[in-house]
């Protein structure tokens, strides 16, 4: 069978029913769930043949797809005794469908705003004054002192010489929040203090790449007097 | 003050300004007119420009009014700023910033299970080009970080505020109503400014 190349990429599991939805000019109220699995599926095997990932999301779709159906198939007084709901197996699955819908067609107002948007200009912001003015002298804190700071903290904490099996405690997303709440009361801190009291090497590890995160995001910025002298973090200032 | 006067300050002050200004921020420098004074000054400046057909206008956007070029011309500013033909946001993160925008604040998880993949990456994204920030925490179990858009959202989209986003489409179909009734049970806290009148 020659396979048309012309193939949508789609972003996740329900965008792709979605789009099975409306080219079949479906009621997405009245899924006829067989046929919408099946073509799922071929849609997967296509994408399969073509090399694309499939992201997780998509197979676990596919095996719900797969359980309403079984669930559709049983007669109707069985299904009535076997749960608890007298809910269609199909509903979640339609809620789901109906409300990113709702959002994928704002997004589509949106885009029209933002071309609307583009046809007019105004002075532009620089996006270094948003930084807020200092007092005083201020390097951009470059990334090899930003390192070195950290290599000096990691050293301080005692490497550890046994192998020790343990839980994940810290995540990065954690850290990040950490960081703001601190930065929230006192909006400037030294690099140094966001590791206070930190004695594991992953916590510090974690910590860091929470905040070279917070750096991207443009949420802090890391300023340095001079070459060499302590980093200072300071929380960008966002109405 | 003279009326003529300040309306001419007023004009300098919305032109020089790389920021949307506030009838406040006007208020401070000027000192001696009211808010309603000076939002007939506007008025004022805004209907010369129209009359007199020139190729600027003021505009109202996030809280605030700026001197900006009509749509006419922006042919001729792309040429002078050799812009490639402006980069757009992608489809993905139009609709993650349609969640948050609707719904904030909320939170990566309640953004994913919306879309139904995760958005891990083009929240980043949206936080870079300032459209999305950090509100704080929710004060529930594993406090996870809720998310709200920026003003620089407001500027991007040229809305006035949050009550100008276009209204949510209408669930179409006939089972609606008992799909509405169940999806809000699942909402735990609807902040109560939301624009979408549920």
């Known amino acids: 069978m020659a396979y048309k190349v012309k193939l949508e990429v789609f972003e996740g599991p329900l965008d792709l029913l979605l789009y099975l939805i409306k080219k079949n000019e479906i009621d997405i109220c009245d899924i006829p769930v067989s046929e919408v699995t099946e073509q799922y599926l071929e849609y997967l095997e296509l994408m399969r043949l073509l090399d694309l990932s499939i992201a997780g999301e998509f197979l676990v779709m596919a095996a719900t797809l797969m359980h309403i159906k079984s669930r559709m198939l049983l007669p109707l007084e069985e299904r009535e005794v076997l749960e608890e709901e007298e809910e269609d197996p199909r509903a979640e699955l339609v809620r789901k469908l109906l409300e990113y819908q709702k959002f994928k067609e704002a997004a589509g107002k949106l885009e029209i705003l933002e071309t609307n948007k583009k046809e007019i200009f105004s002075r532009t912001v620089d996006q270094d004054t948003l930084a807020g003015d200092e007092e005083g002298e201020f390097f951009e804190a470059n990334l090899f002192d930003l390192i070195s700071a950290f290599s000096k903290v990691l050293t301080a904490i005692p490497r550890q010489t046994f192998q020790e099996v343990m839980v994940d405690e810290f995540s990065v997303e954690e850290k990040i929040g950490h960081i703001l709440d601190r930065l929230k009361s006192r909006p400037r801190a030294y690099f140094k203090e966001l590791f206070e009291h930190i004695t594991k090497r992953l916590e510090v590890i974690c910590t860091f790449l929470a905040l070279l995160e917070l750096m991207r995001m443009k949420e802090v910025i890391v300023r340095q007097p001079k070459s060499f002298k302590k980093i200072l973090v300071i929380k960008v200032e966002k109405s | ?198």
């Open chain 2, 1 to 198: 003050m003279d009326l003529q006067k300040a309306r001419k300050i007023v004009e300098a002050l919305l032109f020089s300004s790389q920021e949307p200004l506030s009838i406040e921020q006007i208020k401070e420098v000027l000192e001696e007119e009211s808010s309603a004074d000076i939002r007939k000054l506007i008025g004022q400046l805004k209907a010369e420009y129209d009359q007199a057909n020139r190729s600027f206008m003021i505009i109202e956007i996030a809280g605030g009014f700026q001197a900006c070029t009509r749509p006419e011309y922006a042919d001729w500013l792309r040429k002078l700023y050799k812009s490639r033909r402006s980069q757009k946001l992608s489809m993905p993160a139009l609709e993650t910033l349609a969640i948050i925008a609707y719904n904030q604040p909320v939170t990566r998880m309640e953004i994913e299970s919306i879309r139904g993949v995760g958005v891990e990456g083009v929240l980043r994204t949206l936080m870079e080009k300032d459209l999305v920030k950090i509100r704080g925490r929710r004060e529930a179990a594993g406090r996870p970080i809720i998310y709200g858009t920026t003003r620089r959202f407001l500027e991007y989209f040229g809305l006035n505020s949050l009550a100008e986003l276009p209204t949510l489409e209408e669930v179409k179909g006939e089972s609606k109503n008992e799909l509405e009734g169940a999806a809000q049970q699942d909402r735990p806290d609807r902040p109560e400014n939301s624009p979408v009148a549920q």
